[in-house]
């Protein structure tokens, strides 16, 4: 019922850009804060950016000033902007509809995308 599908993903050059998006049903959209997760090989997933609902920001320290998140509600979708990308940013990126109850922390919910890999190489 609930289905997030995210796209955007590719493969890039080193200092190359990407936009992910991530088109979300079956929820209340503007309900809901909306973060970006990655997995890379070998290593845990990681939370790189949240919004909430009134569409304040966070980011992980590893990618700010780099990445941007964004929502608009009346297209039920929440977007990253990537630009600067490193080989570091290599990863399947997850979207997840969550909450936040203090604004900074965000607190995901069982509710997860498919992925979509994004893949910086020379």
């Known amino acids: 019922q609930v289905q997030l599908v995210e796209s955007g993903g590719g493969l890039v050059q080193p200092g190359g850009s990407l936009r992910l998006s991530c088109a979300a049903s079956g929820i209340i959209f503007s309900r809901y804060a909306m973060g970006w997760y990655r997995q890379a090989p070998g290593k845990q997933r990681e939370l790189v950016a949240h919004?909430?609902?009134?569409?304040?920001?966070y980011y992980a320290d590893s990618v700010k000033g780099r990445f941007t998140i964004s929502r608009d509600n009346a297209k039920n979708t929440v977007y990253l902007q990537i630009n600067s990308l490193e080989p570091d940013d290599t990863a399947v990126y997850y979207c997840?509809?969550?909450?936040?109850?203090?604004?900074?922390?965000?607190?995901?919910?069982?509710?997860w995308g498919q992925g979509t890999q994004v893949t910086v190489s020379s």
């Open positions: 997840n509809a969550g909450r936040t109850y203090n604004g900074e922390t965000y607190v995901p919910l069982n509710y």
């Open positions: 919004i909430t609902g009134g569409g304040s920001t």
